[in-house]
Every structure is written in structure tokens, then in C-alpha cells.
């Protein structure tokens, strides 16, 4: 086993994956790591009652990456309330790293073994990996990819299902500014996000006016018998001795339409 050590600012660290001894003063925090799991103070706060009460756990070592300046990979929370608390030594674990790939892996991976990740988290976690695609040729190999192995081994990283993954990346890649802000912030679900961006893909594939109305229309309409198909769909399960003869049928079906219509009345052009 290797025992040689390097001199960093004022304390030594032994270069093997074992945990030593450091000065949190002077670990340093980077993008794209520190990004990913932004601190928060109800978490901060949480971990420094716990540090106050019980000293910091030695079976939490901070990660970070050897030969790339002593980046925190993992531990950032820790890291925080422990500067606040002004520890003397923590302890560290020096890790290798063949790439910024690998390293991010390996961050979200430590995160996903404790808990599940947020909309936000899950996020932040697509933008910094897909940053690594740096040609247009890397980037279009990447879509074609997410449809694939890659998505699958995207969504084993993050916890999460493959539709989730796909949903999230059609957010990264199409979605406003205000609605990835409103995703990071926790103010919109990944969901809610998604059905918007394609709310406004599709809006925006129209040249006239007249053309998104056509195509508003049908939507409503799609969705409004969808909506009544679901309906008979359940009275039929649930009534399955119940028969009706096509004069019944075409009768419910005239109330129905005489219901969808007396509906939109409120909707009217305005002066009528």
C-alpha cells in the first residue's frame, strides 16, 4: 500500500482512499459539484444541531477529488455546518477520478443511495451531466442516445423512471427560462414543467392566429371526449347487465352535445 503523502496548505493528507484528517477552513467547494445539491439552511441547520450536540460523525467523511485542488465531491452540507462551527479537523476521504464524468456519477450516486431527489435536484443533475456533450456531434449522438441504453442507464443513476428522465430533458432542452427557474425554485413539478413546454412548443408551430385557434379547438374537443369516453368507459365496468338501444344512445348523446354547448356560452366573443 502506498503511504506517501503531499503537503496541502498547512496539513498533510495521506493520497489513498482512506479517511485522514483536515482543516475545513481550507477545503474548497467548485461547480459543478457544489450545484448540484445546492445547501439549504433548513437542512444546514438540521446537521449543526446534530454536530453542537454530538461532534461530527467520523462514519461521514467529506469526498473529495484528489489532483483536482481538493474539490468536495460529496459533503457539502457537512462541510458547511462544520466551518460554522469552526471544527478544527474533519475527516476526508481523497478519491480518483479518471474525469468530471465520473466524478459528478459518483456525487449523484451518493446522493440517490440516501434519498430521494427533488424535481430541482433531478434538474440540476441532467444540466451538469449533459454539459460534458461539448461538440454538436457529441450532443446529437447524446438525443439519439436518451432514447436508448443512455436514458436507461441515465434514469438507473437518478432513481428515477426512463418517462421521468425523458420528461426532464425535454424541459432542459426546450423549456423557458421562467419555467426551469420555476422547477429549481420548487414552485413547478417536473410534470406541471413538462406539460407546459409542450404547451408552448406546440403554440409556437403556428404562423396566424387562425391556425393556433384551429388548433386549440381540436385539442379542446380531443380532451373533452376523452374525458366523456373515460366516463362511459367506467359505467360500463360498473353497470356491465345495463343495455342500451341506439335511440337511448343518440339521445345521451344530443344532451351531451347541448351541455358542451350551453357550457361555452359564458365563453362567447365579448360584445355578443
Not at 149 to 161: C, D, H, I, N, Y
Not at 252 to 265: D, E, L, S, W
Request: glycine share 4%.
Amino acid at each position: 500500500m502506498d503511504n506517501t503523502t503531499e503537503k496541502f496548505d498547512d496539513f498533510l493528507f495521506v493520497t489513498q482512499d482512506t479517511a485522514t484528517m483536515a482543516n475545513p477552513l481550507e477545503i474548497k467547494t467548485a461547480s459543478p459539484f457544489k450545484d448540484l445539491f445546492p445547501v439549504k439552511q433548513n437542512d444546514l441547520e438540521h446537521v449543526m444541531a446534530s454536530m453542537k450536540a454530538k461532534g461530527y460523525d467520523n462514519g461521514h467523511p467529506i469526498i473529495l477529488w484528489e489532483g483536482h485542488d481538493l474539490t468536495v465531491i460529496d459533503g457539502h452540507t457537512r462541510l458547511a455546518a462544520a466551518q460554522k462551527l469552526l471544527f478544527a479537523r474533519i475527516p476526508v476521504i481523497l478519491k480518483k477520478f479518471k474525469d468530471e464524468g465520473e466524478a459528478l456519477e459518483y456525487a449523484i450516486e451518493s446522493q440517490v443511495n440516501r434519498r430521494n431527489l427533488t424535481d430541482a435536484e433531478l434538474l440540476n443533475c441532467l444540466t451538469e451531466l449533459d454539459k460534458r456533450y461539448k461538440t454538436s456531434e457529441e450532443r446529437r449522438a447524446s438525443r439519439e442516445a436518451r432514447t436508448g441504453k443512455s436514458a436507461e442507464q441515465t434514469a438507473s443513476l437518478l432513481g428515477v423512471s426512463r418517462a421521468k428522465v425523458e420528461r426532464l430533458r425535454t424541459v432542459n432542452d426546450h423549456a423557458s427560462d421562467e419555467i426551469k427557474e420555476a422547477v429549481r425554485s420548487g414552485k413547478m413539478s417536473a410534470n406541471k414543467a413538462y406539460n407546459a413546454t409542450m404547451e408552448e412548443r406546440r403554440d409556437d408551430q403556428y404562423e396566424t392566429e387562425e391556425e393556433l385557434k384551429a388548433s386549440r379547438q381540436t385539442a379542446l374537443q380531443d380532451s373533452i371526449c376523452g374525458l366523456i369516453l373515460a366516463r362511459l368507459e367506467r359505467e360500463m365496468k360498473k353497470y356491465p347487465d345495463i343495455r342500451y338501444t341506439a335511440e337511448e344512445i343518440k339521445a345521451m348523446q344530443q344532451a351531451i352535445f347541448n351541455t358542451v354547448k350551453n357550457g361555452f356560452k359564458p365563453f362567447s366573443m365579448k360584445g355578443n
